[in-house]
């Protein structure tokens, strides 16, 4: 697929990440940019693909735009930015009294995405991808490698979509419309690997960190968690007894977190004290 031209002069700033920066067009504010860093040509050719393959199965994302590179050669992504959005950590940031409601929405969108079967053949396998993060983690002994792996193959297979990074920050909504961004981990598997990130961002990632990327105090997050656990998993459930088996699945995400910041982290290590 051959990029689209486009000039940068047409774009502002707008903030950073791991892989790259985001821009927002100057006279159009529904159009957004995502640039890679210098060298990165096929990750957002790979996303675009991904999101596209995505919207066409009818899962509640936003249209993707096109494949870009600019005068400096930098490759990226044009999307169309739903106005007027605001996430469910935000909404939940900004009116905490209504919790119990933003966190049951999340829940139903999350059901509803989890029920949604996939062509596997289209898709990553979730328990492959994690078999790949073992093999590249140089954070774990080949014994705790060995027995997270053991872990991960005796899930129960399901041929349903998952996320992949299912923060509630993913989530957006305006008016009654509701959407999941963000889907560049997008796969299919069981649905604990995914709950377990929703898991891991309200519970067990320390207070700095759900103020700074959440806007809210962690026991507003825990709060959030607590909420969202009947609406998914059913009332009569104590949340103890979710939390038991979704800790080790949140564990896991310590795969992703490490080769992120290139550094272990014990504190999520601990998740994984059942399997290690």
Avoid at 28 to 50: A, C, H, R, T, W
Avoid at 138 to 157: N, T
Avoid at 178 to 203: A, E, S, T
Avoid at 208 to 230: D, G, N, S, Y
Wanted: net charge negative.
């Amino acid at each position: 697929m051959e990029p689209k031209r486009i000039s940068l002069d047409d774009f502002v700033l707008s903030g950073g990440g791991a892989n790259g920066e985001s821009y927002d067009h100057k006279t159009d504010p529904s159009v957004m940019l995502k640039l890679y860093f210098p060298g990165k040509i096929q990750q957002p050719l790979d996303e675009m693909n991904l999101a596209r393959k995505v919207y066409d199965m009818g899962i509640s994302t936003p249209e993707p735009g096109e494949y870009v590179v600019t005068e400096d050669g930098r490759y990226g992504i044009c999307f169309r930015r739903v106005l007027g959005k605001k996430s469910y950590s935000r909404a939940t940031a900004d009116e905490p009294e209504k919790v119990m409601q933003f966190a049951s929405e999340f829940a139903q969108m999350c059901l509803k995405l989890h029920a949604t079967h996939v062509d596997t053949t289209q898709f990553e396998n979730v328990k492959d991808r994690y078999y790949r993060l073992l093999k590249e983690t140089p954070f774990f002994s080949p014994m705790e490698k060995d027995r997270l792996e053991r872990f991960i193959a005796d899930v129960p297979d399901e041929d349903t979509a998952i996320h992949g990074d299912l923060q509630y920050s993913n989530a957006i909504f305006v008016g009654a419309q509701r959407y999941f961004i963000d889907l560049g981990d997008f796969c299919w598997g069981n649905h604990f690997f995914d709950v377990g990130m929703v898991y891991l961002c309200c519970c067990l990632s320390n207070e700095a960190f759900i103020q700074e990327t959440f806007h809210m105090p962690k026991a507003l997050a825990i709060r959030f968690w607590e909420c969202f656990v009947p609406a998914y998993f059913g009332e009569g459930i104590p949340v103890k007894e979710i939390e038991e088996m979704i800790r080790p699945f949140a564990g896991l995400k310590t795969l992703i977190v490490e080769r992120d910041t290139k550094c272990p982290m014990p504190e999520l290590r601990a998740a994984l004290t059942s399997i290690l």
